[in-house]
């Protein structure tokens, strides 16, 4: 059901569409707006634009409510598995055990990489950053898979989108293991998705390695929550380069790009070198103070989110998962987790924090448990593009198979200089 909105523009009245959706906000449709009025809108940050129709996931940012499908993410995260939601996510609906058992032979049959790309490899420092690895290594995937590069084709869409779902644990172990030295460890077929990654990234040929079925069942989970999540900063960069005509896996590799700022996937690796920073819960107040401090650029990383201005659900399930991992661990008192405990519980009854809406979000408290599993901070983002793949896939596929889908191109307000004539060199002071 749509309705019509009026807009005064020089004391001209322009009608623009008002379109609903299922649930959440509606629309105001302002296609037609500057062939109309000659101008354009002014949204910087995007905070109250919506670039596309989707039908993908729904965030409630004042409830806290996260939908992938219309399935809240807790039921999802509890009941299933990451490659149930990866199906849920391509497909729409949760699969049957047929449908199921089908996609994941598919997948484990598209785990590993062509073995030249482990020259690749060799031309890094051993020392540089994984995301850059990810970045320069997923993009080159489109100059091994010809077959999978022609976005017109929807058999090619489909197989280049199983290699990236599949393929990035691969490619995301091997930039860890390069990273320590050690040699790279293939993909096992008789494994699920995150047991094999977990033994891509820590088995040894010296010896057999045995999955912690807590830690893999922990991980699965922990890629569930970082699958989709709507219009984001990384997610709006594949749709953008997608919308170009881009090959899916150049397209992915700007989304990784994108991910790694600290404002956004970055932000778990930052937030565990704050806790460290910090280190002890009595120079909690000192860094509250910073964060709250105008003239100072700090922010507390992993706190606050463009859309939730109430608890990241996800965050809540992160937490839980926290304790579990240090459980099975032995870890009794991890004094990091001390510190983001107390810190959360301090920032919480804080007026800055409460006027602002700031809440942990998921970034919050997955660098803990990440850390406590055995990864490097530098590994985090990866993990977090690792399990964001399919969201962007999904993404890139709803937009791509959108019959009125154009090449996305803003506009600006200019402000620079006006029209002037050219300055001879000679000429100029
Ligand atoms: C992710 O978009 C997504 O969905 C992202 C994500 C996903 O799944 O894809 O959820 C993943 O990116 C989570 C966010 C991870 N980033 C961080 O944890 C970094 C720390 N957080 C901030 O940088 C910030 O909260 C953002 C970037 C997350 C959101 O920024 P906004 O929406 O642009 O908000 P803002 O910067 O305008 O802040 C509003 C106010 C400001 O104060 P005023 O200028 O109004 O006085 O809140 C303050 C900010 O200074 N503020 C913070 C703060 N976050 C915002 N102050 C201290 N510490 C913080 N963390």
């Not at 199921?100 to 420092?125: C, E, I, P, S």
């Not at 930052?270 to 910073?290: C, F, S, V």
């Not at 990864?375 to 399919?390: E, G, K, N, Q």
């Amino acid at each position: 059901m749509s309705s019509n909105s009026t807009l005064s523009v020089d004391n001209k009245a322009v009608e623009l569409p008002v379109m609903e959706g299922t649930i959440g906000p509606s629309v105001i449709d302002i296609s037609k707006l500057y062939a109309q009025t000659g101008m354009f809108t002014y949204d910087p940050g995007f905070t109250s634009t919506a670039a596309t129709e989707a039908k993908i996931t729904y965030i409630d940012g004042d409830k806290g409510i996260l939908l992938y499908r219309g399935y809240p993410i807790d039921q999802l995260a509890e009941h299933g598995d990451f490659l149930e939601t990866c199906y849920l996510l391509l497909y729409g609906e949760l699969p049957t055990a047929a449908q199921k058992a089908d996609f994941d032979y598919r997948v484990t049959r598209h785990t590993m990489v062509h073995d030249q790309m482990n020259r690749l490899f060799t031309g890094f420092r051993r020392d540089a950053h994984p995301m850059a690895i990810m970045v320069a290594c997923v993009g080159a995937l489109s100059a091994f898979y010809h077959d999978s590069t022609d976005i017109s084709d929807p058999h090619q869409r489909m197989i280049a989108s199983m290699r990236m779902i599949a393929k990035m644990p691969t490619l995301a172990a091997m930039a860890y293991k390069y990273s320590i030295g050690q040699p790279f460890v293939y993909p096992q077929n008789d494994l699920d998705y995150t047991s094999n990654f977990l033994r891509m990234c820590f088995a040894v040929p010296a010896e057999e390695y045995k999955v912690n079925p807590v830690l893999a069942r922990a991980l699965d989970r922990i890629f569930i929550l970082h699958a989709d999540h709507e219009q984001n900063a990384s997610t709006s960069t594949v749709r953008l380069a997608g919308s170009s005509g881009a090959n899916p896996f150049a397209c992915i590799a700007a989304g990784i790009a994108c991910l790694w700022g600290p404002a956004h996937g970055g932000a778990n690796e930052a937030a565990l070198k704050m806790l460290e920073e910090i280190g002890t819960p009595d120079r909690i107040p000192e860094y509250i103070a910073k964060a709250k401090d105008k003239n100072d650029p700090f922010r507390l990383m992993g706190f606050g989110h463009r859309v939730y201005k109430n608890y990241d659900p996800r965050a809540r399930i992160m937490q839980k998962t926290t304790h579990e991992v240090l459980n099975e661990l032995g870890i009794k008192d991890d004094p990091l987790l001390d510190v983001a405990m107390e810190l959360e519980q301090i920032a919480l009854k804080d007026e800055y924090f409460i006027e602002k809406k700031l809440y942990p979000n998921i970034d919050f408290y997955s660098g803990i448990t990440l850390k406590a599993m055995g990864f490097p901070t530098s590994m985090f983002t990866v993990l977090f593009a690792l399990a964001r793949t399919v969201g962007w896939i999904a993404q890139w596929s709803e937009m791509i198979e959108d019959p009125s889908q154009r090449i996305g191109r803003p506009r600006q307000l200019y402000t620079g200089a006006p029209q002037r004539p050219y300055i001879l060199e000679a000429r100029r002071g």
